[in-house]
């Protein structure tokens, strides 16, 4: 049973920056496709970026292209979501969740990956 635990979330001013962090246990960390989303009040669960296996094959949603960054470090079982020139509309609770490479088909879709983390509260304020 793979555990994932995210870090790094807060409040941050509009145009400030934030770092994620998602702790993976459990499992062979390099065996999976590791994901970010995103879930606002009243709101879906939200794609927001993912990363292949050797960090050599990134997506993003259009809302946080180029501001946006994941990356993974596959020693430290660990996955980060580096975020630039935050927006209003990036606060969310932001979870990390992870989907076996052999299995998985759509990255965006969050019915495709396997485990979850708890989440972390990222709040914007203007």
């Known amino acids: 049973q793979v555990q994932l635990v995210e870090s790094g979330g807060g409040l941050v001013q509009v145009g400030g920056s934030l770092r994620l962090s998602c702790a993976a246990s459990g499992g062979a960390f390099s065996d999976f496709v590791m994901g970010w989303f995103r879930q606002a009040p009243g709101k879906e669960r939200e794609f927001v970026a993912a990363?292949?296996?050797?960090?050599?094959?990134?997506h993003y949603a259009d809302s946080v292209k180029g501001r946006f960054t994941i990356s993974r470090d596959n020693p430290q079982n660990t996955v980060y979501l580096q975020m630039n020139s935050l927006k209003p509309e990036d606060t969310a609770v932001y979870s990390c969740?992870?989907?076996?490479?052999?299995?998985?088909?759509?990255?965006?879709?969050?019915?495709?990956?396997?485990?979850w983390g708890q989440g972390t509260q990222v709040t914007v304020s203007s």
């Open positions: 969740a992870a989907a076996l490479t052999y299995r998985i088909r759509t990255w965006w879709e969050p019915n495709e990956y396997d485990y």
């Open positions: 990363i292949n296996w050797n960090g050599g094959r990134t």
